[in-house]
């Protein structure tokens, strides 16, 4: 069993790593409220959204 991703978690650091809404939004295709609402539990990105966040995320997180 894969364990859940905690998208409000990844979100916030890339924020804290200095990566807003906007550029994460422009990066995955979608919009800015779309992220929000992924931070906020209110749904949760698509199966490749979710792996382009996480890449997105090792990539900062590695380069802070």
């Known amino acids: ?8 978690r990844v ?10 809404h906007g550029q994460q939004a422009r990066e995955l295709g979608v ?3 779309t992220i929000g609402n992924w931070q906020q539990a209110i749904c949760e990105p ?3 959204k ?3 966040l996480l890449e997105i995320y090792r990539s900062v997180i590695r380069s802070t």
Do not use: Y
Not at 1 to 8: E, G, Q
Not at 11 to 17: C, N
């Open 50 to 52: 979710g792996e382009a």
């Open 31 to 33: 919009s800015r409220r």
């Open 46 to 48: 698509s199966h490749s």
């Open 11 to 20: 979100i916030t650091q890339l924020q804290r790593a200095g990566m807003d």
């Open 1 to 8: 069993m894969t364990p859940a991703v905690d998208w409000f």
